[in-house]
Structures are given as C-alpha cells and as structure tokens.
C-alpha cells in the first residue's frame, strides 16, 4: 500500500445502528452489506456476534454472501480478566461467527480500567495481547479499537501507548485510535495522531471519530493528515449520541482535497445514491443540507450567484457535482433575476433566453407570488406550470367551478366529505367522496371526477404533505403555505398552495399536482 492509499472500514451496521431511530432488518443488513462491497468499501463490520437474535442470523447468512472486495469483521472486546482467551465465551463467539477479520475494543484509559473494568493496569495489558494472539493465531485479521484513546494518552501517554504496544505484540495488524466521548480538538489530535504513526508505522494506524463537537469529519481528515492509513465511519453519519464521522463527507475529502486514493475511489460517483439507499433503508428522510450529496449542496438561489455559476461553475461550487453524483440546481425566487429564470426554465425542460417578451411578466409574477408567501424550491412541478402558462404553452385540462367540504364526527368516527364539480371539455362533473380528512375527501373527489377522461390519473399518489403558518401573528386568520409531494412510480413532483384557508390551500396544491401529471404526459 503506497503512502496515498487509505483502507476504508465501514462501521455502520454495528455502531452506526446504535443511534437514536436507526434500525435495520437481517435482510437489510445482507442488502447494505451488498450494496458496500459493490462500492468499494475495504472493511464491513457486522455487530457483534451472539448479542443479539438479529445479529445471530445476520452472521449465520452473511457467510453465503458473495463479496468482491471487502472483509467482513465482527465485533467484540477483550477477553475478561482472570480468564484465559481460549475459554472467553465473547472470543469464542467472534470465532464461530466465520468472519476473516476480528475487531476487538480494548482499554487504554487508566480510569477506564481501574474503574470500568475494576482491575489492574498490568493485566488489562494482558488482556488485550492475550486477546489479539489468540485470535491471530486462529488465522483471523485483527484489528484492535483503542477506546477513549485520545483521553487516555492525555491523562497518561505512557500507558497509552504501551496498550498499543500489547496489540502489536499479540499480532494485531491495525491499531485504531478512538475518539470515544467525540471531545477531542483537531490540532490535539492531529499531533497525537503523529506520535503513534511515529511510533508504529503508518501502515498500523487508523483513527475512528465521533461527531459530539461536530468535529467528526475533521478529525478524520486530519489524522489522515497526520499519517493514519485507515479510517473508520458510518455512511451518512449514523451512530450514537449525535453520530460517528460521516463517511459520505470523509471521501470525497481524501480524493477531491487531499489527494488520497482507496479502492472505492472510481466509484465516488455513486456516492449521493450510496447515501439515498441507507436513509431509505432506515426510513429516514434525506438532509437535503449533506454536504456534497445533499439536495441543496449546489442550490444557487441569489441571482448573482446563479448567473456566475452559469459562467464559471467553480466560482460558486467547490467542485463539480456529478463527481459525487450530484447536480446543480437553481432556486427561483424573490431575490431570483433574469439569469436564474432562464437557466431554471432550462432545468425545467423550458427553451427561454433573457430576450423572450414573457420574461418580464414571469419574474415580475413571481416575485409578487413569493411575496404572498408562495415558496417553490421544493415545488418544481407549480413553478413548471407557472412558466408554461406565461409562455403560453399550458394547457387546459379541466376547470373547476367549485368545490365544498364537509366534517362530521359519526360516532366515534370523524369523516370529511368533499364535493367537486368542474368540467372536462365542456362536460360537466359532480362527484362526491369521503375520508378521514378532507384532504383525502378532495383528492379522491377530484380524481374520481377525472378518472374517466384521463386514466393515467389511477398512478398518482400523494406521498407527503406539509403545512406552514406565514403569519402567526394573524391567529386564526393567518395565511397558510400547503406542500404536497406526488409520485406515480416513475417520478416523485412537488407543488405548492397559499391562501389564508388551509382547506384553499390544500385544493390549489392538489390540482396543481393533477394538472403537471397530465402535462408530463406519464402513463
């Protein structure tokens, strides 16, 4: 391995699962086991053997799985004290996991160890070499976690290191160096971080990060920096308290900036849907905030600011989106010119230059809806229907002449009706429908009314649905922003209404949701 080269081990199905609302199946956990090795990733630790029924299982078919590249590790600590290695059940269990790599924690704290572990500094040493030797000779890799590594070298450096030096001994191929409470700054840890690689070898060290200071990226980084040929993280920066470091930010960091390599570099491209497949996994919703792969990483909303990405890419991104997988998007809105128009109408599939007569109306009208509280950065689809009406490109696919809602509570029921009537060319429609809520009632009134004349409308669902008080202030009178969020299993859209009724603004986010399904032409 050449001195540009880092090994990547993934720990999100181990301490990753250990944060607040993140769980995943066996079948989960096979699948994302898959889905790592098909990117690249050098190390996949699993959890830890015999904890649980889950991880039980998880190991018990993990060794059918057919990997590439990656190393599968389970996960466990040292053997206990006043015991022999060869008869520590933990030991046993990570052997009979069939995993080629073993990932064992040990202490390196003095508190950790006369307190936690409440034996002594000499046999916790033991401990950790009988641990490693017994697992080495069994012809496993091993890799030794040094918990709460960096408190520990700053209340006694000597013993800290002479832990590490137990771990080599016993032949452990790694020593990685935890930052267990996530409280350690970057300088500090970068200079530590030197100290070890100067005592062991770069080839032996590798830095494991938590993100209580927000610094979780950075040390990692910075370790890297400091000569740490192994990194440790969970993608999207699952884990406990308020995460590990955050993987899907650490790459593209060793390979845009800091010039560094790993196996899983030529895949970096794959990174922002990487990142969209866990957080669909763990039923989380995406942080359009990611840096690098987030919905808004390369969002340029100030029209300066667009119209000079438009020019020169690099003078408002960092680097060019489509390396991590991702794009640049355009926000309109009130601080939204002429430049930001044109190359948001571009995105939305619209041919339109700064020349065209309908350009003043379509920002003027614009800003003027913005003013009112209209918001349309997650409503592609109601802007799209705004530009083709000013270039008079939008077609007329029904009008609606009225509509009523009704809520009554039956019993122990609560049931919204909704009544619409509208045409369809020329035809006139009234339909009634009921659900728990009245927009439910109108969604289903509205679509049974179009149903006969446009069948397509059977694929569309509403996926999501938010609602924002604008002028709290104005009590019961305030004006209110509705986001719905449709999909027809092809493509997902997301439309927008305002109006001081939230059942109005409801109804003006739902058509607009029907009127850009049957625009886009989608069966």
Known sequence: MNSTTVKIYDTTLRDGTQGEGISFSVTDKLRIAEK??????????????GSNPRDITFFQEARNLRLKHARLAAFGATRRAGTKAADDTQLRLLLDSGMPVMTIVGKTWTIQVTDILRTTLEENLAMIEDSARFLTTQG??????????????????????????????????????????????????????????????????????????????????????????????????????????????????????????????????????????????????????????????????????????????????HIDPALVGNRTRVLVSDMAGRSSMVMKAKELGFALDEKNPAMKTLVEELKELEFRGYEFEAADASLRLLIAKCLGQRRTFFVVEGYRVIVERRGADLVAEATVKLKVDGQPFNTVAECTGPVGALDKALRLALEKNYPQLGTLTLRDYKVRILDSGAGTGARTRVLIESGDGHAVWGTVGVSDNIIDASWEALTDAVNYKLMSGSV
């Not at 790592?36 to 053997?49: R, S």
């Not at 830095?207 to 610094?215: A, E, M, P, T, Y």
């Not at 990692?220 to 899907?248: F, H, K, M």
């Open 140 to 317: 496993r890799e091993v890799v030794y976690d040094a918990e709460h590594f960096f408190d520990g070298y700053k209340a006694d450096p000597d013993y800290a290191l002479r832990s590490l030096a137990a771990a080599i001994k016993g032949g452990a191929g790694n020593l990685t160096l935890c930052d267990t409470n996530g409280g350690t700054l970057v300088d500090e840890f970068k200079a530590i971080v030197a100290h070890v690689v100067a005592e062991f070898g770069a080839d032996k060290v590798g830095v494991h990060c938590h993100n209580d200071s927000g610094l979780g990226v950075a040390l990692s980084l910075a370790g890297v920096d400091a000569g740490a040929t192994l990194v440790q993280g969970t993608i999207n920066g699952y884990g406990e308290r308020v995460g590990n470091a955050n993987l899907v930010t650490i790459l593209p960091g060793l390979f845009l900036k800091m010039g560094r390599t790993a196996h899983c570099a030529p895949q970096l491209g794959e990174l922002r849907e990487l990142s969209l497949f866990f957080d669909e996994l763990a039923n989380l919703r995406p942080d359009p905030k990611a840096p690098y792969v987030g919905a808004s990483a390369f969002a340029h909303k100030g029209g300066q600011h667009a119209n000079a990405a438009q020019k020169v890419k690099s003078s408002y991104e």
């Open 36 to 49: 790592l090795d098909a990117f690249g990733v050098d190390y996949i630790e699993g959890g830890f053997p």
